[in-house]
């Protein structure tokens, strides 16, 4: 299957800093790239859609301010979670879509990143 | 009423055993269906997608149910390795496409 990479893996940063996570695929060009959050026992939760070269579509509830999504090619999208809060402590799993079969629906999840903010 | 519904379960099995899940969606124009595994803190990973036809992989059998808006998946002769949990996962289009997900059944294949 397609692989798709996320840098880092752990982070662990103070309140009031900024993190990057880079969400990036390797073999194949993502058109559509995908952010979740997935709380602990829970499903994961979309936070936004973005299609490359465009403005992320964000989910309901979820601040476009905070969580700064660039996806600025066909293989790399960065989600940017500012002003980072102990409530934004969380697993963040990024998905791609693409492959090598037109049309193909399916989506292809990076290995997570957990962030915990102290 | 969810978008996407599951059992949480979970489901105790012994070795052997044959499982069923079944998922049901509220949309009825939703388009594609899967059906992801996902390791605990690991990231989900793809296990198959679901057609209108039904489709078999292994031990593993999609089924999709249009006219009652559900999905199943049926594991035969359960392995111990085939302990996680079950994501449905469902996709449609509204303006762009929305990908929603089940809350995910949980599955135990004990010795």
């Known amino acids: 299957g397609a692989v798709v990479s996320q840098h880092p893996s752990r982070v662990i940063c103070k309140s009031g800093t900024s993190v990057k996570i880079e969400c990036r695929s390797l073999?194949?060009?993502?058109?559509?790239m995908f952010w979740y959050r997935q709380f602990p026992k829970k499903s994961l939760m979309l936070m936004a859609t973005?299609?490359?070269?465009?403005?992320?579509?964000?989910e309901q509830g979820v601040e476009k301010d905070k969580f700064l999504i660039n996806h600025a090619s066909l293989t790399l999208s960065t989600l940017t979670v500012t002003s980072a809060h102990p409530e934004d402590s969380s697993f963040y799993i990024c998905?791609?879509?693409?492959?090598?079969?037109?049309?193909?629906?399916?989506?292809?999840f990076g290995p997570g990143t957990r962030l915990t903010v102290t | 009423r969810k978008e996407v519904e599951q059992d949480p379960g979970p489901f105790n099995v012994p070795e052997g055993a044959t499982v069923a899940f079944n998922c049901t969606y509220s949309?009825?124009?939703?388009?594609?269906f899967f059906w992801y595994r996902q390791d605990c803190r690991k990231e989900p990973k793809l296990l198959m997608s679901?057609?209108?036809s039904g489709n078999e992989d292994g031990r593993f059998t999609a089924q999709l149910n249009r006219a009652s808006q559900y999905i199943s998946l049926l594991i035969r002769d359960s392995k111990l390795s085939d302990s996680a949990t079950y994501l449905c996962?469902?996709?449609?289009?509204?303006?762009?496409?929305?990908?929603?997900f089940g809350t995910g059944t949980k599955l135990q294949v004990i010795p």
């Open positions: 998905s791609a879509r693409g492959g090598s079969r037109e049309g193909t629906y399916e989506q292809y």
């Open positions: 073999d194949f060009q993502a058109t559509t």
């Open positions: 973005s299609n490359e070269g465009s403005k992320a579509t964000y």
């Open positions: 949309n009825s124009a939703s388009q594609s």
């Open positions: 679901v057609y209108s």
């Open positions: 996962v469902v996709l449609h289009s509204g303006g762009y496409q929305k990908v929603t």
